[in-house]
T-cell receptor, first 114, second 111 residues
Framework: DAGITQSPRHKVTETGTPVTLRCHQT?????MYWYRQDPGHGLRLIHY???????DKGEVSDGYSVSRSKTEDFLLTLESATSSQTSVYFC?????????????FGSGTRLTVV | TQLLEQSPQFLSIQEGENLTVYCNSS?????LQWYRQEPGEGPVLLVT?????EVKKLKRLTFQFGDARKDSSLHITAAQPGDTGLYLC???????????FGKGTTLSVSS
């Protein structure tokens, strides 16, 4: 299985502070994604990357930015955290054709904004 | 926003029963995937279907992609407590685009 790790696993932060979540992969996959999961909404795409320094917005990108300076790392930054950004954040990588392009997800980061 | 509608949202059954989960859209998908998620973990891929009418089996789980590639179903035969979890369908409208996820079906199987 592809190696993908997210850090931190849990974080509590105050409203108005910047927060950065990290996603690290060991498989050299090109595509990486950030989703948030909320009750009643399922998984919604925040941003994704299709290569180093190549990123694009998803459905719920307002208030978030991303960076990908290396293939293995994809960072998600909440520029000024708000209570509406309390959520569970998942990073995913897209597998190869042999794996039917299935996504492998990290274990998630539970973020609470107080 | 193209939507994937999953039904039912919740399902609570006894061990040994059969069940079907549905995933529907008004749009055509290039491929459709099913994932299972357990509490505190990320979703795990179960299967990918790409051809209209395709049927795939994974032990007691049977997945079907509709002929028009707009819908899919997951059928579980003789459910077991270990099947308990959140089942998610996800699709992409064309190769290279990000997956769109349904809201999921929470399955609880009691012994």
């Amino acid at each position: 299985d592809a190696g993908i790790t997210q850090s931190p696993r849990h974080k509590v932060t105050e409203t108005g502070t910047p927060v950065t979540l990290r996603c690290h992969q060991t498989e050299n996959h090109r595509y990486m994604y950030w989703y948030r999961q909320d009750p009643g909404h399922g998984l919604r795409l925040i941003h994704y990357s299709y290569g180093v320094k190549d990123t694009d917005k998803g459905e719920v990108s307002d208030g978030y930015s991303v960076s990908r300076s290396k293939t293995e790392d994809f960072l998600l930054t909440l520029e000024s955290a708000t209570s509406s950004q309390t959520s569970v954040y998942f990073c995913a990588i897209k597998g190869a054709a042999l794996a039917n392009y299935g996504y492998t997800f990290g274990s998630g980061t539970r973020l609470t904004v107080v | 926003t193209q939507l994937l509608e999953q039904s039912p949202q919740f399902l609570s059954i006894q061990e040994g029963e059969n069940l079907t989960v549905y995933c529907n859209s008004s749009s055509v998908f290039s491929s459709l995937q099913w994932y299972r998620q357990e509490p505190g973990e990320g979703p795990v891929l179960l299967v990918t279907v790409v051809t209209g009418g395709e049927v795939k089996k994974l032990k007691r789980l049977t997945f079907q992609f509709g002929d028009a590639r707009k819908d899919s179903s997951l059928h579980i035969t003789a459910a077991q407590p270990g099947d308990t979890g959140l089942y998610l369908c996800a699709g992409d409208h064309q190769a290279g685009t990000a997956l769109i996820f349904g809201k999921g079906t929470t399955l609880s199987v009691s012994s």
